[in-house]
């Protein structure tokens, strides 16, 4: 993971990091009240030599007082001294138990010993401080003045010179601390816990795992919209955001190869319901309104759609031409939109992949691309063999995957496929990415935006539209109906295309 991805990550789930920073520091705070209330306080004392004769014999009593400091820190917290604190202060408790209740550092720059006691209490925790060193004194006088020194003059002493003082407030349970390191543990699990499935999550999220997976361009990433899972709304109404999607999905098409322009495309999806029939419907109706006339199949014959998508019968279709009954045709239907025809499955047959594998499809394929351009909704790719087989017989594929849904695997078997059979895959469409909530983050921030580059698209396509691409002059073109004229982006290609023609003429 790079840092631009933990930059992504953290922007994506920055509320859950927030939560989790404050879950964090609230249940610290909340274990921390378990916690006994417990009182400091400190009393110090110095540790000084007898007079020196000399500069030498000064030197070397500064350095034994800093020995001895050390000596009588280590005193401290031993059960002698713990036995005379309990006898002085009259207390009912084992010298154990209040051993390690109290402890001792050095200042060696001065030679000074202080001494840190606890208690329930701020009285305890005074008469603890102040006691301990009283208990030092004597000890270390009794240690000075022993066997090793007969003469009974101490060398080094200790002088208590600051008394404890009673402590104003607890130093435990530290609410503060607590809050701070709980905050601080909730903010690392919760990126612990983030990073760890974002490494493990095997879905496809971004166009780089769909290139990566595949090897092919992403030629189209189509936002979630909830008009486009609404028979008949779906390819007749507005699309709403996804209508800038599928035009710049059109244009790519047409640049996929300049020099051999696809004429028939298989579009098709590793698993059902990632959106295939939606995005083969939407091609067809934005292609068809650049003025080229189109003919979309439904190939699908398991799970049949796009009669119920465009709301025509398709009781009769292709399953009756290629089983030699109908001329085919013949059971070619309008769609109810210009230039855009409709060839429905018909009957669900009982050898689907045979049909669709057959010599007939195939010279069905080849002569209706003469007259039209052809897009065939297909199965996906991964249950059945049937897109695989129609794909050999176009000049390519055109693979839909769900955003969060398709796995990294499944687009690298489908590529597989396609590469098994000898069919071109020419790009992939991304579909269903969401637009906003932590997911959009991986898809450029979400499409709130996407309103803006209307014109400019509109604009692009015109003038792409005014050389070479797809479009070709039907002889008798169908009157748009009026629940589905061009939108202005088409309308302003048209218009571009006619200029660019007169200027040519003349």
Not at 92 to 121: C, E, K, M, Q, Y
Not at 384 to 398: K, P, Y
Not at 483 to 506: F, I
Request: with cysteine; glycine share 8%.
């Amino acid at each position: 993971m790079t840092f631009g991805d933990f930059v992504r990550l953290t922007r994506a789930y920055v509320w859950v990091l927030v939560g989790c920073t404050v879950l964090g520091a609230a249940v610290m705070a909340a274990w921390t009240t378990r916690e006994p209330v417990l009182y400091s306080a400190t009393s110090a004392g110095l540790v000084q030599v007898g007079n020196a004769a000399s500069a030498a014999e000064e030197q070397g009593n500064a350095q034994l007082a800093e020995d001895k400091a050390v000596l009588y820190a280590y005193l401290v917290s031993t059960t002698p001294v713990a036995e005379r604190v309990v006898e002085d202060l009259g207390l009912d408790v084992p010298p154990s138990a209040i051993a390690g209740r109290f402890s001792a550092s050095v200042d060696a720059s001065v030679n000074a010993l202080t001494v840190t006691a606890i208690g329930s209490t701020p009285q305890e925790a005074r008469d603890l401080a102040t006691a301990v060193v009283d208990a030092v004194v004597v000890y270390a006088q009794e240690v000075e003045t022993g066997e090793e020194n007969p003469r009974g003059d101490p060398l080094t002493r200790i002088v208590a010179v600051e008394p404890a003082q009673l402590p104003s407030a607890p130093f435990s349970p530290d609410y503060r601390s607590a809050a701070l390191k709980g905050a601080l543990g909730g903010l690392a699990l919760a990126y612990a816990v983030l990073i760890a499935r974002r490494l493990l999550d095997r879905r496809i999220r971004s166009a780089a795992h769909v290139e990566e997976a595949t090897g092919a361009a992403v030629l189209g990433v189509i936002p979630t919209e909830d008009s486009l899972g609404r028979t008949h709304r779906g390819v007749r109404g507005d699309l709403g955001r996804a209508a800038e999607a599928f035009r710049l999905l059109r244009t790519n098409l047409r640049f996929v190869d300049v020099d051999n322009e696809p004429r028939r495309i298989v579009v098709t999806s590793a698993l059902a319901g990632e959106g295939k029939s939606t995005v083969s419907a939407n091609i067809a109706r934005l292609v068809a309104q650049a003025g080229t006339p189109v003919l979309l199949i439904d190939a699908d014959l398991r799970r049949p759609m796009l009669a119920t998508t465009f709301e025509v019968d398709g009781a009769v279709g292709l399953t009756q031409a290629l089983a030699g009954d109908v001329d085919v045709r013949d059971v070619i239907v309008q769609s109810g939109m210009a230039n855009l025809s409709l060839l429905p499955a018909g009957r669900i047959p009982p050898n689907p992949s045979e049909l669709l594998g057959s010599l007939r499809m195939k010279q069905f394929i080849d002569e209706l691309s003469h007259d039209y351009f052809v897009i065939l909704d297909a199965p996906p790719l991964l249950p059945v063999t049937d897109a695989g087989l129609l794909s050999a017989f176009c000049d390519g594929a055109l693979l839909v995957q769900a955003a969060g849904k398709t796995q990294i695997e499944q687009s690298q078997h489908c590529r597989r496929i396609l590469d098994q059979v000898g069919s071109r895959l020419l790009g992939v469409v991304l579909n269903k990415a969401p637009v906003k909530g932590a997911a959009a983050i991986a898809y450029g921030g979400g499409y709130g935006g996407y309103g803006g580059y209307q014109a400019e698209y509109a604009s692009l396509e015109a003038e792409s539209s005014a050389g070479k691409g797809w479009r070709k002059k039907a002889d008798k073109a169908d009157k748009p109906d009026k629940a589905d004229k061009p939108d202005k982006p088409a309308q302003a290609e048209q218009a571009e295309a006619g200029e660019a023609e007169k200027a040519t003429r003349s």
